[in-house]
């Protein structure tokens, strides 16, 4: 990874798996924070839901490389899954794991509106 832009600000990076569609996923640290994030085609896109309420990035490293894994592997998203793992069975995070009943995103954490009657 180059080091301009934002890859400056990413620390400790960690791959966690590969495809076959030219894309890795990984975590870093930025700042206090671990981010979760796709890189191909020269292009960093960070993963949504890979947050706590409105803050990118969580604090635990091993819930970041799950949820990670989880957004790479979830059709919605288009990155085509992870077809080599480089991290323990343990961290490999699967979309259902982490979908909320109500709205269905990954990584709402019961932040959502769907559901509430006063919700539009």
Known sequence: MSKT???????DVFKIGENDYGYWFGVARMND???G???GDNCIF???GVHECHELGLLDRDMAIKLTGANAQALENGYGGISRWFVD???RGRPEDFRC?????MGCQGECDAGREDSF
């Not at 832009?5 to 620390?11: P, R």
């Not at 009943?101 to 995103?105: D, K, S, T, W």
Request: hydrophobic share 45%; proline share 8%; aromatic share 16%.
């Open 33 to 35: 924070r671990w981010v």
């Open 101 to 105: 009943p109500l709205c269905e995103e």
């Open 46 to 48: 960070f993963l949504p």
């Open 89 to 91: 069975e343990s961290l």
């Open 37 to 39: 994030f796709a890189f």
């Open 5 to 11: 832009g934002v890859s400056e600000g990413l620390q």
